[in-house]
């Protein structure tokens, strides 16, 4: 279809920084274009360790506690894998990312969903969590920044759902791909970072959105001993190892300057800030996203289920959204917009969506 405008795929519009694809072409330059360890090449895991433990006070052995992942999806199926036994029930909050609820049914988990609202400002609760466990309980997803709300949760609001996993026994994985995307002096909280924590959290991240390096397929998982090593196991005789070029172009991530990232934030900060304006201005009432890329206004006065609603928004006005119900029950009523895109898409979909709405109202 012609002349779409997307607000749909979570996919920065930048370039990868140049120095970052640089790297990656001296190294296939000079010959590197072989295997690494199943681990990740082990500079990588060295410069990574001292990233976490700069960043976030969480160290790590880069020789048996970091692993590099082919993104961080892998690293969520690695994880299911790794920690559950046929049968094991996972929490999972939602509206959550699409791929977690499959990969806890491919490892033979049971997927318990733990419903948020907009009331709450999308954010998982104790209360919430607790009124979920039951003895097969075995682990808990959590991902702030939130996809697809961009919910993001306070160290204070982490460390009541760490208390609830200390007393219930449960492991965490924790999704922090988007930990450098915050805005409006809100801070993200690394789970591992909380006291109690490191030895029953999967900490996975990645390159991806920070750096606008989707396409080169990095991410990585720390956690304790036994748990990597039982990733590996599994990770070697799927992937055997994450591509070599993207592992270089990682390493050089690593070592560039910040003001890279920031500059990147602060533009994704500046369309968030259009694009919330105009969703409410239009009447879609939206939730103010406070990290990664997303907003995920309510359709609920169209009367429109959100199926419906981004068919007939593709179709009429040829603007792309995420249907709300793709990301669990609980995201019924909303649609995702995207706006790690230009300034002038998210101008033109608003123009758009305003006129869809309009008529819709109008009926």
Partial sequence: MEGVVSLGVGEPDFAT???????????????????????GMLELRERLAQHLAARYGVAYDFHTQLLITVGVSEGVDLAMR?????????????????????????????????ATSQANAFKLTPADLEAKITPKTRALIISYPNNPTGAVMTKREMEAIAEVAKRRNLIVVSDEVYDRLVYGGHSHVCFASLPGMQERTI?????????????????FAAAPDDIIEAMVKIHQYTMLCAPTPGQTAALQALHTDDRLVENMVREYDRRRRVLLKGLNRIGL?????????????????????SNAFSEALLKEERVAVIPGSAFGEAGEGHVRCCYAVSLHEIEEALVRIERFVKRRRAK
């Fill in 285 to 305: 009432d939206c939730f103010e996203p406070q990290g990664a890329f997303y907003a995920f206004p309510s359709i609920k006065a169209t009367g429109m289920r």
């Fill in 203 to 219: 900490f996975l991240g990645g390159f991806s959105k920070s750096y606008a390096m989707t396409g080169w397929r990095v991410g």
């Fill in 17 to 39: 920084p140049w120095p970052i694809s640089e790297a990656a072409i001296h190294s296939i330059e000079k010959g590197h274009t072989h295997y690494t360890s199943n681990y």
């Fill in 82 to 114: 790794a920690i559950i036994n046929p049968g094991d029930e996972v929490l999972v909050p939602e509206p959550s990312y699409v791929s977690y609820k499959p990969c806890v049914v491919l490892a033979g988990g049971v997927v318990v969903p733990v």
